[in-house]
């Protein structure tokens, strides 16, 4: 295994030791939580441009699934391929053990040339970037230098989104789902509520379409980008057929509407974020992964607030005072877990059956 560094953009350097491809990349270094997940975290599009900081201890513990699909969808992970743009832990598995495990994290990450990293003081890098927040860094092999990047001065979007239209299932309600960099889990589970799910770009101009609802996914970046989509979406409100968003798509919802948006000194990405339902004592544990969030103060004065970050008191999602509109800043449908929101889709779909006179 070959020694190989970390290099953050204010000089520190970690040095520790290669599991994954060998090979030298650039992007942001963000901390996430989770102490189980990281094959959905991993293939999650949100970390597009992100190399991954695991503040649990051991990673790989259990491998890595098969990469089987059904119903056109990828079973295990949250997308078809890896994401992020690295991986850096404190200790690393060589033995895995778990029922369905086809490989190990290693060889996964081989397979997709992203390098891993372990032996590094994840709990000393993790306290760098919660007093700075997130940092640009590079993992750097000996003889292959690269320069600093810097992810967000790009449409993620765009590079994370389909490019062709895909319709799953067949279900008694339409759901126009635009992908800005959707989580499959969000599929599998308005399928599992009846719907027939047309996922498109997130470009395409789905107001000329037949649906009876609308669903904006997650997705990395700088929601700012998405001005095409963005536009869309306003023209959907002009209509009272139901809407819901999920993280980014909570950012695009509001810029929709007339709201703004701002980068967060650190982000919210972890599987224990606690969130409260506007104005009652109800209190959930969510998954995030997002780096901008809503300007609260910008809402205009049809839209209320809908949920709210214990811990720093930011925007967790809004809804329409009148109209069937609503979104999050985390994810219900939140894979490996926890799924203590997941009722918000049944929500969605409900409003959808009182939208058709059911």
Not at 128 to 143: A, C, T, V, Y
Request: aromatic fraction near 10%; hydrophobic fraction near 35%; include cysteine.
């Amino acid at each position: 295994m070959k020694r190989v560094k970390l290099i953050l953009e204010d000089g520190t350097v970690f040095t520790g030791k290669s599991f994954g491809s060998e090979q030298s990349v650039a992007g942001e270094v963000v901390f996430y939580t989770a102490m189980v997940g990281y094959p959905e975290s991993l293939t999650d599009p949100s970390y597009t441009g992100q190399i991954l900081v695991s503040t649990y201890p051991m990673i790989g513990n259990y491998g890595v699934p098969a990469d089987s699909k059904n119903d056109g969808i990828n079973i295990h992970y949250e997308s078809d391929k890896i994401h992020a743009s690295g991986l850096i832990i404190s200790d690393y598995s060589v033995e895995y053990s778990h029922w369905n495990a086809v490989k190990s994290l290693g060889d996964w990450l081989k397979e997709n040339n992203v390098p891993g990293i372990f032996d590094i003081d994840t709990r000393a890098l993790t306290k760098i970037l919660r007093e700075k927040g997130s940092m640009l860094g590079k993992i750097e092999f000996e003889n292959d230098p690269i320069e600093f990047y810097d992810p967000n001065l790009e449409n993620l979007v765009a590079i994370a989104s389909i490019k062709e239209p895909i319709t799953y299932g067949n279900g008694k309600y339409n759901v126009i789902l635009v992908d800005c960099g959707t989580k499959n889990n969000i599929i599998r589970c308005l399928l599992n509520r009846g719907a027939t799910v047309k996922r498109v770009p997130w470009d395409y101009d789905f107001t000329t379409e037949e649906y009876d609802g609308l669903f904006i996914s997650n997705g990395p970046g700088d929601p700012a980008m998405c001005d095409i989509t963005v536009k869309n979406i306003a023209k959907a409100l002009s209509e009272n057929k139901p809407v819901m968003g999920i993280c980014l798509g909570n950012q695009l919802l509001a810029l929709a509407a007339g709201a703004k948006t701002y980068k967060l000194k650190y982000g919210h990405r972890s599987h224990n974020q606690p969130v409260l339902l506007n104005n009652t004592n109800r209190c959930f544990i969510t998954s995030q992964n997002h780096g901008y969030a809503i300007d609260n103060e910008s809402l205009p004065s049809d839209w209320e607030i809908l949920f709210q970050n214990v811990n720093d008191k930011t925007n967790e999602g809004i809804r329409h005072k009148t109209k069937p509109f609503f979104s999050t800043q985390f994810h219900p449908e939140a894979a490996s877990g926890p799924v203590d929101t997941e009722f918000l889709f049944d929500e969605f779909i409900g409003n959808i059956s009182k939208y058709k006179g059911e």
